[in-house]
């Protein structure tokens, strides 16, 4: 399963004149964006699903304000390097070959080392200068992602990405992914989880309403409802970096339980991009995982994989995967139309509060010097 939404297509709500690609600028270019925090929080952030990455491929990204050429070297180490050769300033990886350990520029064949960026070879020249460098990024490949570490001040990694040992040892398999683009401050994302008073508004209306949320409200679909129950917590230190979920989801038909979609649900909130959602439901065990990749200051591409153990049908994982798409679905209608609330008004109770605390537990990943969108471009077409 492969579902896709670019920005434009979900999300908006659509007038009968403009097409949703027009009503999608017209939102973005007149919203108040709010007096948001940094745009890109320091930590680990996908690049790009590790199959998605071929020994000897080049693949050009960008995020966080970075250009980079990433490749798979012949050893099947992957690189991450800033992307602009020091010579004349080609893309590497547009038209870039991978030799040994190395990326060769297309435009005159200086040769960059993955593990440091270095150049160590110019075919017309005996002597390198010291400066023919390229920055080279920290990488971890694991649990079917490459990812890569990011700091505004520029600190080696303090965390690492725990491994999940039954997708590293392959007990579970891979049922497919979900990418969507969201118009929103990366915060509001992981936000969501501990906004537990969201869960049963957004969340409470069944599947079938759809995720439009002009219309999920309708009487007609009120027989089925789901109901969520969830607590959230920062880890203690030396985890800080980490948070965790529990959610329980059951659904109600005409106001009687229906068991088969039971679903309890333990997530980790791995750094400011990253959640690891593993599941319990009638036909074995799971995982979402749920990475978040700033594509611009106020652009996500969130993608969502999903692996399950052998004994849950593919079509169910399916099914989930789907599940999971409609949800995330209503909830970028509310990001891609709202601003950063800077100051809430909060009332006083525990789920109120539950959010100040995810707003001070997200404010560890900004750092001094973490860029922050200092102005509006003239136009925000895409
Ligand atoms: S621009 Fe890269 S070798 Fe000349
Ligand atoms: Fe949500």
Same mark, same amino acid.
């Given at each position: 399963?492969?579902?896709?939404?670019?920005?434009?297509?979900?999300?908006?709500?659509?007038?009968?004149?403009?097409?949703?690609?027009?009503?999608? %600028?017209?939102?973005?270019?007149?919203?108040?964006?709010?007096?948001?925090?940094?745009?890109?929080?320091?930590?680990?952030?996908?690049?790009?699903?590790?199959? @998605?990455?071929?020994?000897?491929?080049?693949?050009?990204?960008?995020?966080?304000?970075? %250009?980079?050429?990433?490749?798979?070297?012949? @050893?099947?180490?992957?690189?991450?390097?800033?992307?602009?050769?020091?010579?004349?300033?080609?893309?590497?990886?547009?038209?870039?070959?991978?030799?040994?350990?190395?990326?060769?520029?297309?435009?005159?064949?200086?040769?960059?080392?993955?593990?440091?960026?270095?150049?160590?070879?110019?075919?017309? *020249?005996?002597?390198?200068?010291?400066?023919?460098?390229?920055?080279?990024?920290?990488?971890?490949?694991?649990?079917?992602?490459?990812?890569?570490?990011?700091?505004?001040?520029?600190?080696?990694?303090?965390?690492?990405?725990?491994?999940?040992?039954?997708?590293?040892?392959?007990?579970?398999?891979?049922?497919?992914?979900?990418?969507?683009?969201?118009?929103?401050?990366?915060?509001?994302?992981?936000?969501?989880?501990?906004?537990?008073?969201?869960?049963?508004?957004?969340?409470?209306?069944?599947?079938?309403?759809?995720?439009?949320?002009?219309?999920?409200?309708?009487?007609?679909?009120?027989?089925?409802?789901?109901?969520?129950?969830?607590?959230?917590?920062?880890?203690?230190?030396?985890?800080?970096?980490?948070?965790?979920?529990?959610?329980?989801?059951?659904?109600?038909?005409?106001?009687?339980?229906? $068991?088969?979609?039971?679903?309890?649900?333990?997530?980790?909130?791995?750094?400011?991009?990253?959640?690891?959602?593993?599941?319990?439901?009638?036909?074995?065990?799971?995982?979402?995982?749920?990475?978040?990749?700033?594509?611009?200051?106020?652009?996500?591409?969130?993608?969502?994989?999903?692996?399950?153990?052998?004994?849950?049908?593919?079509?169910? *994982?399916?099914?989930?995967?789907?599940?999971?798409?409609?949800?995330?679905?209503?909830?970028?209608?509310?990001?891609?139309? @709202?601003?950063?609330?800077?100051?809430?008004?909060?009332? $006083?109770?525990?789920?109120?509060?539950?959010?100040?605390?995810?707003?001070?537990?997200?404010?560890?990943?900004?750092?001094?010097?973490?860029?922050?969108?200092?102005?509006?471009?003239?136009?925000?077409?895409?």
């Amino acid at each position: 399963m492969d579902r896709t939404r670019v920005l434009g297509t979900t999300g908006y709500v659509p007038d009968g004149v403009l097409s949703m690609k027009e009503i999608a %600028n017209g939102v973005r270019r007149r919203r108040r964006v709010g007096d948001i925090p940094p745009v890109y929080p320091n930590g680990w952030f996908g690049l790009i699903e590790s199959h @998605k990455l071929a020994i000897r491929q080049t693949v050009p990204i960008s995020i966080l304000g970075l %250009n980079l050429a990433l490749f798979r070297d012949e @050893k099947g180490n992957a690189h991450a390097l800033n992307a602009y050769c020091p010579h004349l300033g080609a893309h590497l990886a547009v038209g870039g070959r991978v030799l040994g350990n190395c990326i060769e520029c297309p435009f005159h064949g200086w040769r960059f080392r993955g593990d440091d960026g270095k150049c160590v070879y110019i075919p017309y *020249a005996d002597k390198i200068p010291d400066v023919a460098q390229v920055k080279s990024w920290p990488i971890q490949d694991v649990n079917g992602w490459i990812y890569l570490w990011y700091h505004a001040e520029g600190l080696e990694p303090t965390w690492v990405i725990p491994e999940i040992e039954d997708i590293v040892k392959g007990n579970w398999t891979y049922k497919g992914r979900t990418e969507h683009h969201v118009n929103a401050h990366i915060e509001e994302i992981p936000l969501n989880g501990a906004d537990v008073i969201h869960l049963n508004q957004v969340h409470g209306p069944g599947l079938v309403a759809g995720v439009d949320l002009r219309h999920m409200y309708a009487r007609f679909w009120e027989f089925i409802k789901h109901i969520w129950t969830a607590t959230w917590e920062p880890y203690p230190p030396p985890d800080g970096h980490l948070a965790s979920i529990t959610l329980k989801h059951c659904l109600n038909l005409c106001g009687v339980p229906f $068991k088969m979609l039971n679903l309890d649900v333990f997530a980790r909130q791995i750094g400011p991009a990253i959640v690891y959602l593993e599941f319990r439901s009638i036909f074995g065990k799971g995982i979402y995982i749920q990475s978040v990749i700033p594509t611009e200051p106020m652009v996500q591409k969130v993608v969502h994989n999903i692996y399950v153990s052998k004994s849950v049908p593919t079509l169910f *994982a399916k099914f989930l995967l789907l599940a999971e798409a409609i949800q995330f679905e209503r909830d970028i209608m509310i990001w891609n139309n @709202k601003q950063y609330q800077h100051k809430p008004v909060f009332v $006083k109770s525990k789920e109120d509060s539950l959010m100040m605390r995810h707003r001070r537990w997200f404010s560890q990943f900004y750092s001094e010097n973490s860029p922050r969108m200092t102005f509006q471009k003239e136009s925000l077409d895409w």
